[in-house]
């Protein structure tokens, strides 16, 4: 007995032991959780809701939509703050950024000389390349209407320029980090009623707003000298006076 009692505690140790060896690394003391290796994703419906749910300090949920994109859950809560992330998703992609924007997009009458607005286009314009104002174009009917022609007939294909809707899991991170913000403060508005969190959320908001101006800054390349696309202009560059 005594024997199987000390065959158990060596093995014990060396198990302890080789656990131990597993945290140094050339001689260097390497903390466990270094070790362990955590995936980092873009955000989801799911995640997006859940730091709603956590800024107004409720419990998050583990299931959102089934797998015919119903939502699972019965909780009005959930629901309403499901809404509000569909409508703040509306709302910012809404103003047209450089992700969702698209000039001089071709839309081509049915046969019946017809062109159908699709669901997911926001916004939508004669392009500035047709400046002679022979078309002014609205949305009636969920159809193009000419009201300088007024009729729903086009004769010739029509350039718009066209404003998107994407869903959410479509949409870069940082625009997914500030529509969660956003919408969190409307949670805290709308839901809990408490002043004083609501201004700590519109200051995360307020962050998160300038890294959207910064993604779209860069993304997409804006001059003031208003050049269009396939066109090009070298700057100057001061290192170029040495060559002379």
């Known amino acids: 007995m005594q024997m199987l009692v000390l065959l158990v505690t060596l093995r014990s140790v060396t198990t302890t032991q080789q656990t131990l060896n597993l945290l140094f690394i050339r001689g260097l003391r390497v903390p ?3 070790l362990m290796t955590t995936p980092i994703a873009t955000d989801t419906e799911l995640s997006a809701v ?3 749910l956590g800024s ?4 998050p949920i583990t299931q959102l939509k089934s797998a015919t994109g119903a939502l699972i859950s019965t909780n009005p809560e959930i629901s309403y703050i499901y809404n509000l992330l569909v409508e703040v998703t509306k709302d910012v992609l809404n103003e047209g950024w450089h992700f969702n924007t698209e000039e001089h997009v ?6 019946n000389k017809h062109i159908s607005i699709p669901t997911n286009m926001l916004r939508y314009d004669i392009h500035d390349g047709q400046i002679t104002r022979n078309l002014d174009v609205v949305k009636r009917e969920g159809k193009l209407y000419d009201k300088v022609n007024h009729t729903f007939e086009f004769s010739n294909d029509v350039l718009v ?4 809707l994407y869903d959410f899991e479509d949409i870069p991170s940082a625009f997914q980090r ?3 913000a956003k919408a969190s403060t409307r949670a805290a508005t709308q839901l809990v009623g408490d002043a004083n969190l609501a ?3 519109q200051t995360q908001e307020a962050q998160n707003r300038a890294n959207v101006m910064e993604y779209d800054t860069q993304q997409g390349d804006h001059s003031f000298f208003g050049f269009r696309e396939e066109q090009g202009y070298d700057a100057y560059q001061p290192y170029k006076a040495l060559i002379r």
């Open 50 to 52: 859940n730091s709603i």
């Open 32 to 34: 466990l959780f270094l």
């Open 106 to 111: 071709k839309i081509v009458p049915d046969a």
């Open 178 to 180: 500030y529509i969660i």
């Open 199 to 201: 201004r700590l959320l």
């Open 161 to 164: 320029d066209a404003t998107y």
């Open 56 to 59: 107004i300090g409720q419990s």
